[in-house]
């Protein structure tokens, strides 16, 4: 009886927990975390001379000091400011720490070197195998963890199934966290003239214990020369952290009007 009670109950958290209670007019942006993807022992993605982690730092810097100028009632931390090593665990930590109200990670893709365009990312089911593939391609930095096991309740980057059950959490921030991809996708499309992937869902382990709306950015790919190109020019960077404040500055306004 017990037993089938406990059931019961664990059903019924899940089942309310995939209505968003915060809706998307309920609460005020008064503190975001930006996290420049990979860094240190673990340099990310790579083209022919551009490496993930450094275009990443650079165009999160970049965006926090956007932010800080124009929103100056805004705070702003980082999970890294320098090239170095963060354990995803960690990062999740911070934005939870500083009472963060949004949480955006920042990385770059890999792939065949026709691919390229940006993709945001929320935590949800993979609805592809190429969503499956980015979500495995970047949890596979726990690998560089000691504990990653314990840490992450003995997950394995290598198993789908572990990133089927990951993109059970954050229901409670799905709405406002699709909202806030969506309006980073419109800006790379309609102001920076990037090509946008759109908005997608796959279980990312840096998402999965933020206790806030949080987003995955992938500014392009890597292993596309064009693209290479693109992402390690400092203008560039600027266009796209602009474009990201753009979204955010959107954001802000809708949920606190």
């Given at each position: 009886?017990?037993k089938?009670?406990?059931?019961?109950?664990?059903v019924?958290?899940?089942?309310?927990?995939?209505?968003?209670?915060?809706?998307?007019?309920?609460?005020?942006?008064?503190?975001?975390?930006?996290?420049?993807?990979?860094?240190?022992?673990?340099?990310?993605?790579?083209?022919?001379?551009?490496?993930?982690?450094?275009?990443t730092?650079?165009?999160?810097?970049?965006?926090?000091?956007?932010?800080?100028?124009?929103?100056?009632?805004?705070?702003?931390?980082?999970?890294?400011?320098?090239?170095?090593f963060?354990?995803?665990?960690?990062?999740?930590?911070?934005?939870?720490?500083n009472?963060?109200?949004?949480?955006?990670?920042?990385?770059?893709?890999?792939?065949?070197?026709?691919?390229?365009?940006?993709?945001?990312?929320?935590?949800?089911?993979?609805?592809?195998?190429?969503?499956?593939a980015?979500?495995?391609?970047?949890?596979?930095v726990v690998?560089?963890?000691?504990?990653?096991?314990?840490?992450?309740?003995?997950?394995?980057?290598?198993?789908?199934?572990?990133?089927?059950?990951?993109?059970?959490?954050?229901?409670?921030?799905?709405?406002?966290?699709?909202?806030?991809?969506?309006?980073?996708?419109?800006?790379?499309?309609?102001?920076?003239?990037?090509?946008?992937?759109?908005?997608?869902?796959?279980?990312?382990?840096?998402?999965?214990?933020?206790?806030?709306?949080?987003?995955?950015?992938?500014?392009?790919?890597?292993?596309?020369?064009?693209?290479?190109?693109?992402?390690?020019?400092?203008?560039?960077?600027?266009?796209?952290?602009?474009?990201?404040?753009?979204?955010?500055k959107?954001?802000?306004?809708?949920i606190e009007?």
């Amino acid at each position: 009886m017990k037993k089938n009670l406990s059931i019961l109950f664990t059903v019924i958290i899940l089942t309310l927990s995939s209505f968003s209670p915060l809706g998307v007019h309920s609460y005020k942006v008064r503190t975001i975390v930006l996290d420049a993807g990979h860094g240190g022992k673990d340099p990310g993605c790579h083209g022919t001379t551009g490496v993930e982690a450094k275009v990443t730092l650079a165009v999160a810097l970049e965006l926090g000091r956007i932010i800080k100028e124009n929103m100056p009632t805004t705070k702003v931390y980082y999970t890294r400011m320098s090239d170095n090593f963060i354990e995803l665990h960690d990062r999740a930590n911070i934005a939870n720490r500083n009472d963060a109200d949004l949480f955006i990670s920042i990385h770059c893709n890999s792939g065949p070197t026709a691919a390229y365009g940006t993709e945001t990312y929320v935590m949800g089911l993979h609805a592809s195998e190429d969503n499956l593939a980015v979500a495995k391609r970047e949890n596979e930095v726990v690998l560089n963890e000691t504990d990653y096991k314990k840490n992450y309740d003995g997950f394995d980057p290598k198993s789908p199934q572990a990133h089927i059950l990951f993109s059970l959490y954050q229901n409670a921030y799905i709405e406002n966290s699709i909202l806030m991809a969506s309006k980073i996708e419109h800006q790379f499309s309609a102001r920076v003239g990037r090509s946008s992937r759109g908005v997608k869902q796959a279980g990312f382990l840096v998402l999965w214990k933020t206790t806030m709306p949080s987003v995955l950015i992938e500014l392009g790919y890597l292993t596309n020369a064009a693209e290479e190109k693109y992402l390690t020019n400092k203008s560039n960077q600027v266009l796209l952290a602009s474009g990201i404040y753009r979204a955010i500055k959107e954001y802000k306004t809708e949920i606190e009007n």
